[in-house]
């Protein structure tokens, strides 16, 4: 009997040790900074919100990498660098009138390698001249550990 006892306690702990070897700390270190990196994302797009429905064009292009390899993709085709996004932006968007107020709706934030994110999401702006909407899928960078758009695909 007290073999028995001794065989049942040897196989309950062997049990237990081998449930646990699946256990990996790169896993968790990896969903961490996964998440880490979502919560920063959308910091910078709930800050882009913010600006926008300010009527604060600038603040709103501090979410996007200041430099002129920055690229946006949309109605009018491919624009090149900061200033000249920024330049469309108001031309297009001169009041509050044409920018109304923004809301994004984020679909699915995958990474792609590294420090780069896509997100994919959908905007809706309610205007005075009329509501618009569509989607887009921009592709965030780390860089000096701070989250930057450096390419916008919309429409």
């Known amino acids: 009997m007290r073999h028995t006892r001794i065989i049942a306690f040897l196989f ?18 990896s969903s961490t ?20 429905n ?3 064009l600038e603040g709103f292009m ?11 993709y949309g109605s009018n085709g491919l624009t090149l660098g900061w200033n000249k996004t ?3 932006y108001k031309k297009g968007y001169p009041s509050k009138a044409e920018s109304g ?3 994004f709706v ?3 934030i995958s990474k792609i390698e590294n420090d780069s994110y896509w997100v994919m999401g959908e905007y809706h702006l309610k205007r005075e001249i009329g509501n618009a909407e569509g989607v887009f899928m921009i592709i965030f960078k780390l ?6 758009i450096v390419a916008d695909m919309s429409c």
């Open 106 to 108: 984020i679909n699915d």
């Open 33 to 52: 900074d996964n998440v880490s990196a979502e919560a920063g994302i959308r910091l910078v797009l709930e800050q882009q919100e913010k600006a926008w």
């Open 62 to 72: 501090e979410g996007y990498w200041k430099s002129d390899q920055l690229k946006f």
């Open 86 to 88: 920024l330049a469309n």
């Open 12 to 29: 309950l702990i062997t049990s237990c040790i081998s449930i646990r070897t699946d256990f990996n700390p790169d896993n968790l270190s």
């Open 143 to 148: 860089i000096d550990n701070e989250w930057k």
């Open 101 to 103: 107020t923004l809301n």
């Open 54 to 56: 300010n009527q604060d």
